[in-house]
């Protein structure tokens, strides 16, 4: 009786050993497989895009105002007083956490700090900043 135990435990061991080695593998992973490639574009995309307007009446303001963004390793401002109501881009294809700083005059200093400008596989995505302008008393 112990002979046909012993063989009956065997011969469970190799069936269960040949169930294994029958099942179908699981389907292996590509591992080298990567993203869908990205097609950047050429153009260069300002971080931040800057308007002005009159906090009284809601007009734009842009015209005549000089604009720096400044970041903890890069700043960048208009080349003098800004020629139309337009917005403003500056620190292009730069990504990063600005203050920027508006003057006009007959205006009071606009500022705000703790803008963050993020960026993509490509480019920077912007940020539109409005500042609204008080008119001096």
């Known amino acids: 009786m112990r002979d046909m135990n012993a063989r009956i435990t065997s011969s469970a061991i190799?069936?269960?050993?040949?169930?294994?080695?029958?099942?179908?593998?699981?389907?292996?992973?590509?591992?080298?497989?990567?993203?869908?490639s990205v097609m950047c574009t050429m153009q260069a995309v300002a971080a931040l895009n800057v308007d002005a307007v009159d906090s009284a009446t809601g007009a734009p303001a842009t015209?005549?105002?000089?604009?720096?963004?400044?970041?903890?390793?890069?700043?960048?401002?208009?080349?003098?007083?800004?020629p139309s109501d337009q917005s403003v881009g500056?620190?292009?294809?730069?990504?990063?956490?600005?203050?920027?700083?508006?003057?006009?005059?007959?205006?009071?200093?606009?500022?705000?700090?703790g803008i963050v400008v993020?960026?993509?596989?490509?480019?920077?995505?912007?940020?539109?900043?409005t500042a609204r302008l008080q008119r001096h008393s």
């Open 118 to 129: 993020g960026r993509d596989e490509c480019h920077v995505l912007p940020v539109r900043v």
């Open 14 to 36: 190799v069936l269960a050993l040949a169930g294994l080695a029958c099942r179908p593998a699981a389907p292996e992973r590509d591992t080298t497989a990567s993203k869908p």
């Open 63 to 82: 015209k005549g105002t000089s604009i720096v963004a400044r970041s903890e390793s890069y700043a960048d401002s208009t080349n003098g007083p800004a």
């Open 90 to 113: 500056l620190a292009f294809e730069k990504a990063g956490t600005y203050t920027v700083t508006v003057t006009k005059p007959g205006y009071e200093p606009w500022s705000k700090s």
